[in-house]
């Protein structure tokens, strides 16, 4: 039984490397076999008169619900997973957090089979992460926008006049790859005033 997830609000917590606190959402998706049917249905008996699958999701969603996000909160500090690395650590993530919840769902006989985080919700627009992103603007790191829409927070850490590509660096060092054309209006102008900035103080080499 496979089933997509997302949290129903954000998760809160003292960010662990920087010390300020946090929100952040998250969604994936878990699979699900029942090893004993007995325990399940003495379990859900009485709360339910229809065992339908789509009921059955709707169920143990909302068991996954009121565990994983304390143990999201557990993870980061038992990991030291600061928010910056979130996204490169989400393997750990999410065998951690299954094997905190595999407990729970043996409890109504069944096996956690596979638990993925595949998406972190960060806090953009969170008073505390904005004032401490603020701090990282000054070592050239500020807001990209693509074209279509998506933002990220990171600093121009290559430009290839040749192909027009760019890589940008997250603050955790995870280089994105990119082209001037996938940028906005905006973010393409700034692009090439950098590159028109550079060349006027030093000779061409092809790189920012």
Excluded: C
């Excluded at 596979?114 to 904005?130: A, C, L, M, N, S």
Aim: hydrophobic fraction near 35%; proline fraction near 3%; glycine fraction near 6%.
């Amino acid at each position: 039984m496979a089933i997509r997830w997302g949290t129903d609000s954000k998760v809160q917590y003292v960010e662990p490397t920087y010390k300020f606190p946090i929100s952040i959402g998250a969604s994936g998706e878990m699979a699900l076999s029942v090893n004993d049917s007995r325990k399940l249905l003495v379990k859900l008996v009485g709360t339910e008169r229809v065992l339908d699958r789509q009921q059955l999701i709707t169920y143990f969603r909302s068991i996954l619900m009121t565990k994983v996000k304390t143990y999201m909160a557990q993870t980061m500090r038992a990991n030291a997973i600061n928010i910056f690395e979130i996204d490169e650590n989400l393997e750990t993530f999410s065998v951690d957090i299954k094997e905190r919840l595999i407990p729970d769902f043996l409890d109504y006989g069944v096996d956690l089979k596979r638990f993925y985080v595949t998406t972190i919700v960060k806090p953009d627009g969170d008073p505390q992460y904005e004032k401490f992103k603020e701090t990282l603007i000054p070592k050239g790191y500020r807001t990209w926008t693509g074209a279509n829409g998506n933002t990220l927070f990171a600093k121009l850490s290559r430009y290839s006049e040749k192909d027009q590509a760019i890589w940008l660096q997250e603050f955790d060092g995870h280089q994105n790859k990119t082209s001037l054309r996938s940028l906005s209006e905006e973010d393409r102008k700034w692009v090439l005033d950098q590159k028109a900035a550079r060349k006027a103080s030093a000779p061409a080499t092809g790189r920012l």
